[in-house]
């Protein structure tokens, strides 16, 4: 079953950006904090689409192709849960991944990521925010060992 491998991958994402921010604290390095950015986008995109599978295989909700359908009954069942906050900080992963994606310059500087995006706007990526997206997919995962 395809949502089992998915779980089970999440699982390991899990732990290797525990290990990874760990690390973080003492290497200031871009390329251990992209990485941990990278992987936080991953286990994040498969913890909320396991939660949506959860509740469409339990006939609690029906899924569409319609990506904003999906994302509103997401943030449906997080007011449902108390999680509103921690989904909308997985949001904000999904939108600091992307101008990750699409920038062409980045660097390190005093320990935070620079982003610079094709308009010249400043992103910064800190350990800090890295901890707080983990924490967010920390309770999410919880949250769906609970269901």
């Given at each position: 079953?395809?949502?089992?491998?998915?779980i089970?991958?999440?699982?390991e994402l899990?732990?290797?950006?525990?290990?990874?921010l760990?690390?973080?604290?003492f290497?200031k390095?871009?390329?251990?904090?992209?990485?941990?950015?990278e992987?936080e986008?991953?286990?994040?995109?498969?913890?909320?689409?396991?939660i949506?599978?959860?509740?469409?295989?339990?006939?609690?909700?029906?899924?569409?192709?319609?990506?904003?359908?999906n994302?509103?009954?997401?943030?449906?069942?997080?007011?449902?849960?108390?999680?509103?906050?921690?989904?909308?900080?997985i949001?904000?992963?999904?939108?600091?991944?992307?101008?990750?994606?699409?920038?062409?310059?980045?660097?390190?500087?005093?320990?935070?990521?620079?982003?610079?995006?094709e308009?010249?706007?400043?992103?910064?990526?800190?350990?800090?925010k890295?901890?707080t997206?983990?924490d967010?997919?920390?309770?999410?995962?919880?949250?769906?060992?609970?269901?």
């Amino acid at each position: 079953m395809k949502h089992s491998e998915e779980i089970k991958e999440f699982n390991e994402l899990y732990k290797t950006i525990e290990k990874s921010l760990f690390l973080s604290r003492f290497l200031k390095n871009k390329n251990i904090l992209l990485n941990c950015l990278e992987e936080e986008h991953r286990a994040g995109k498969l913890l909320l689409t396991s939660i949506l599978k959860n509740y469409h295989l339990k006939g609690k909700i029906t899924l569409t192709q319609n990506v904003e359908e999906n994302k509103q009954k997401l943030i449906e069942i997080s007011k449902e849960n108390n999680l509103v906050e921690e989904v909308l900080n997985i949001f904000e992963l999904f939108n600091l991944y992307k101008k990750h994606k699409s920038s062409s310059i980045e660097f390190l500087r005093q320990g935070k990521i620079i982003i610079l995006d094709e308009n010249q706007n400043i992103e910064k990526i800190t350990l800090e925010k890295l901890k707080t997206f983990f924490d967010s997919i920390k309770k999410g995962k919880e949250f769906f060992n609970s269901l």
